[in-house]
């Protein structure tokens, strides 16, 4: 329940802050799958409680050591499912990317990695999950159906001119409480040497 998780969540401490978007499955049902959706409202409000900032199609800038950056985070893509396939979603990247009123690059936090076709190349480094990395990675079969439902965006570092896309297996699964040649991962990223953007 997000009272349990939210607690274990709130060790999480950072100089210049914690920040978090929301996934598909904190929109389409409660706390758990089979409860009725809240609209996120129970998600929001354990990740609040343990100090957990959550960025929802918002921009906010961030100093460190006199250097200006930016943390956007997207509201989710496919938040509310309108049909088989059809989805209507929360994001708004160009609402996003116009609160980015001055210098320095920019890390953004974005759910699903569909995403980054999208992403301005002022953008150097996009985080997301949503994939869990493949979640049973059976061979051959899992590489096929991850590619007709994700293109090449499902688990690691890719970089396509000169942006970078990190999506993470994440910690949980979809569908099935299960994992085959995918752990759950966090995942520790050291962030350095981006060349100065305007």
Not at 56 to 79: C, M, S, Y
Not at 137 to 160: A, E, S
């Amino acid at each position: 329940m997000p009272d349990d998780w939210g607690e274990a969540l709130s060790v999480l401490k950072a100089p210049l802050g914690v920040y978090s978007v929301l996934g598909n499955h904190d929109w389409w049902h409660g706390a758990l799958p089979g409860m009725p959706a809240d609209g996120a409202e129970g998600v929001r409000r354990a990740l609040r409680s343990a100090g957990i900032d959550v960025l929802e199609n918002h921009a906010l800038r961030v100093t460190k050591n006199g250097q200006p950056f930016w943390v956007a985070g997207l509201g989710d893509q496919i938040a509310e499912p309108k049909g088989p396939r059809l989805f209507s979603g929360r994001d708004d990247l160009a609402g996003t990317m116009a609160q980015i009123k001055g210098p320095g690059p920019i890390i953004l936090l974005a759910h699903e990695p569909a995403i980054f076709r999208r992403v301005p190349d002022r953008v150097p480094l996009t985080l997301c999950g949503h994939t869990h990395g493949g979640q049973l990675n059976l061979p051959i079969f899992t590489k096929d159906f991850m590619r007709r439902h994700f293109g090449d965006l499902v688990y690691g570092h890719i970089v396509q001119r000169d942006r970078h896309l990190i999506i993470s297996a994440g910690l949980g699964t979809a569908h099935a409480p299960v994992r085959f040649m995918r752990p759950p991962e966090v995942v520790a990223l050291t962030i350095g040497g981006m060349r100065p953007q305007s």
